[in-house]
């Protein structure tokens, strides 16, 4: 029962990959270079809703602010998986930040091109201007944009310090930083531990499929996403910014 509970799982989000990739296809086609963008982060969020059921992702959001309707944040979060881009996702249509070694991988940048993401190359300087107005001139199009500022995902043991560059986006675009926090609580029925955190958790050297198949096997995960309170941009540098989005999340994270 369960090898036809996984097999009907895998084969589910194979289907849903597929459609995925044709309706941002077709989006690419037919939506108008300045409009794109957006329609495929609200394509994407479609289709991770989708997934979440398929995967077994039970999110219970606690609103500690509630965010303003159509208007856009720069949205930062702890990570330790790829499941969080499915979980912000799913209430936050937006466009993630992520590394040009991911826009190289040929599965997973192939999803990152067809869901609107941005790639920059933290590793050089050159490349610092280029990358901030391109996250700004997202803002400036009403959508939301998704920083890690971690800049990798971690075992979830504590927060690391966050790189502070991408901020300057939200102060160029006058656009508030929103905080989250992400919290998996537990994994078929058993509180999240050292022992089988990492049946969910990605960080390291971790292979992708190997744990996304392994990942497919479970039935539940419970996951809490906090919604802190918004940072106002004006008149604050992105080092400040960072110190201030550091320390809300991680003083959520001391909380567990």
């Keep these: ?3 036809l509970k996984f ?3 895998l084969f ?12 941002s296809f077709t989006t690419f086609l037919f939506v108008p270079a300045r409009k794109r963008r957006k329609a495929l982060c609200f394509n994407c969020s479609y289709f991770v809703r989708k997934a979440i059921k398929i995967l077994g992702l039970k999110i219970l959001v606690i609103k500690e602010f509630l965010p303003a309707e159509n208007k856009p944040y720069f949205i930062v979060s702890n990570h330790v998986s790829y499941t969080d881009i499915l979980i912000i996702s799913s209430f936050f249509p937006s466009s993630f930040v992520t590394s ?11 999803l990152a091109k067809a869901g609107g993401s941005l790639f920059v190359e933290r590793r050089k300087k050159t490349r610092l201007l280029k990358d901030l107005k391109q996250v700004t001139d997202v803002l400036l199009q009403n959508i939301n944009v998704v920083v890690f500022p971690e800049g990798t995902s971690t075992n979830g043991e504590k927060i690391f310090p966050f790189k ?9 675009a006058k656009i508030p930083v929103l905080p989250l926090h992400i919290r998996y609580t537990s994994i078929d029925g058993q509180l999240i531990n050292e022992k089988n955190r990492d049946k969910i958790f990605w960080y390291g ?22 919604i802190l309170q918004e940072i106002p941009c004006e008149f604050q540098s992105s080092d400040q910014i960072a ?11 001391q909380k567990i």
Aim: no cysteine; proline share 1%; glycine share 2%.
């Design 1 to 3: 029962m369960k090898i």
């Design 7 to 9: 097999f009907l799982k």
């Design 12 to 23: 589910s989000i194979a289907i849903l990959i597929f459609l995925y990739l044709l309706s």
């Design 100 to 110: 040009t070694e991911v826009e190289k991988d040929i599965f997973l940048g192939t």
């Design 164 to 172: 502070k560059t991408l901020f300057r986006a939200a102060i160029n």
């Design 205 to 226: 050297d971790m292979k992708f499929f190997p744990h996304f198949l392994s990942f497919l096997k479970l039935d539940s995960i419970h996951v809490n996403l906090k």
């Design 243 to 253: 110190k201030i989005a550091y320390q809300v999340i991680s003083d959520a994270h």
